[in-house]
């Protein structure tokens, strides 16, 4: 079993930053490859970024270039650093650890969820 928490969102304004931490319990943080999703109100959630176990990183689009995902395996923690938030970059956003060294950008091939923490970008 792997348990996530996530800490660091907030209400920022449009052009700033935040840095999301996402802790994780368990001692084969390392083998697990991490993913942040997020889900906006009356939307599903959508994948914004992932690492592999070896700190391969991949972005959706809309993220690209603005936010990065970074891993510390000794602390077992995954953080996501967010510049240049946009208002639509606004929602909840999750952690979540996949039993697999590989990363995907779909949430059904995560196995353990955080129980997200909100951003909201003001204009």
């Known amino acids: 079993q792997v348990q996530l928490v996530e800490s660091g969102g907030g209400l920022v304004q449009a052009g700033g930053s935040l840095r999301l931490s996402c802790a994780a319990s368990?001692?084969?943080?390392?083998?697990?490859?991490m993913g942040w999703f997020r889900q906006a109100p009356g939307k599903e959630r959508e994948f914004a970024a992932a690492?592999?176990?070896?700190?391969?990183?991949y972005y959706a689009d809309s993220v690209k270039g603005r936010f990065t995902i970074s891993r510390d395996n000794v602390k077992s923690t995954v953080y996501l650093q967010m510049n240049s938030l946009k208002p639509e970059d606004t929602a909840v956003y999750y952690c979540?650890?996949?039993?697999?060294?590989?990363?995907?950008?779909?949430?059904?091939?995560?196995?353990?969820w955080g129980q997200g923490t909100q951003v909201t970008v003001s204009s």
């Open positions: 979540a650890a996949r039993s697999n060294p590989l990363y995907s950008v779909n949430s059904y091939d995560y196995d353990y």
């Open positions: 368990g001692r084969t943080f390392s083998r697990y490859a």
């Open positions: 690492i592999s176990w070896s700190g391969i990183t």
